[in-house]
């Protein structure tokens, strides 16, 4: 039951769609009997300064913010935790008495979803194919976290150069940028420990498509995906098809969430009931597709 003392937390994008956050969030609010509840809020650009001023003035505990506002809201913040600056992206914000304070849970998210599948980053080599937002907030992560080196690959090699770049000098010299193509790729990837497809790749409906070429991947990998529709991504196929150890890639989605619920609530929720609130949305975007 809403009532006047019911804490709120909103989700500020546009547009949000099938967005699976206030499932997974409400989901727990309700097992855990937290008198929360989670409210996608779908703005405008024009309308996020305002839209924002004024939750900071009601009963709301924070806030997530995705596509297209997650550098958009930094100056609108009054605090913002280092990881977060060195990113330079927020998708978590905590209002406390009036102040609002920005984090980004992607990467922690990200990188939590690899050791709950017990890989440990310490002296790992790392090839990440993407350097876009996502892939940004997981190799700034990573290098903060201790991986031993850090090869970014993408489509627009620029892109991986600048990426890398800021990571050498925010964080510590660890980056490399390289383009997508053999033979050089193929060297990477062999030398590396854990693959990272953090790039739109492989996304319903384009479910066939592979980030790198299949002779990228070998035994010894762990192979993580970012894509979480479908749930076994071909990228994630072939590699267990290989013997590689896969990360399906609703353990971000899922890790980035019970990280930004404890800022929000200062408790910790169960995964798996975060993980039942997803799975009852979709189930229930799909009856609606096809209904
Ligand atoms: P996000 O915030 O989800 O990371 P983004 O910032 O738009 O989204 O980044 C998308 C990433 O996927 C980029 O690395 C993009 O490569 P480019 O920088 O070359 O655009 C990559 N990407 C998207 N579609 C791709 C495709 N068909 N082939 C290869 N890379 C692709």
């Known amino acids: 039951m809403i009532t006047v003392n019911t804490k709120l937390v909103g989700l500020l994008g546009f547009p949000l769609g099938h967005s699976l956050s206030s499932a997974m969030h409400n989901r727990a609010y309700q097992e855990m009997g937290l008198d929360y509840c989670y409210l996608p809020i779908e703005v405008s650009g ?11 003035k009601m009963n709301f505990a924070g806030c997530n913010i995705t596509i297209p506002y997650k550098e958009k809201i930094i100056p609108l913040l009054d605090e913002l935790d280092p990881l977060a600056a060195t990113i330079g992206a927020v998708n978590t914000v905590q209002f406390n008495d009036g102040k609002a304070k920005g984090f980004n849970t992607d990467g922690s998210g990200f990188l939590r979803s690899l050791q709950e599948e017990g890989f440990s980053l310490c ?3 790392v090839l990440i194919f993407g350097s876009g937002g996502a892939a940004r907030a997981i190799a700034m992560t990573l290098a903060e976290g201790g991986a031993a080196h850090i090869t970014l690959c993408n ?3 620029e892109k991986a150069v600048s990426l890398a770049a800021e990571i050498n000098s925010k964080i510590r010299p660890c980056a490399n940028a390289i383009a997508m193509e053999r033979p050089e ?10 693959l990272v497809n953090a790039t739109s790749v492989g996304m319903f409906p384009e479910i066939t498509a592979l980030p790198c070429p299949a002779s990228c991947i070998h035994p010894h990998h762990t192979v993580a995906d970012i894509v979480y529709n479908p749930y076994q991504t071909a990228f994630l196929q072939k590699a267990a098809q290989k013997g590689a150890k896969i990360v399906h890639g609703d353990g971000m989605l899922i890790w980035q969430g019970v990280e930004a619920f404890t800022i929000f609530t200062g408790k910790k929720p169960a995964a798996s009931s975060m993980e039942t609130g997803i799975r009852k949305q979709e189930s229930g975007n799909r009856n609606q597709k096809s209904g």
């Open 155 to 157: 489509r627009t090699k």
């Open 46 to 56: 024009e309308d996020l300064p305002v839209v924002f001023a004024a939750m900071k």
């Open 123 to 125: 002296e790992k080599k």
């Open 185 to 194: 790729l193929e060297k990477y990837a062999i030398e590396a420990d854990l």
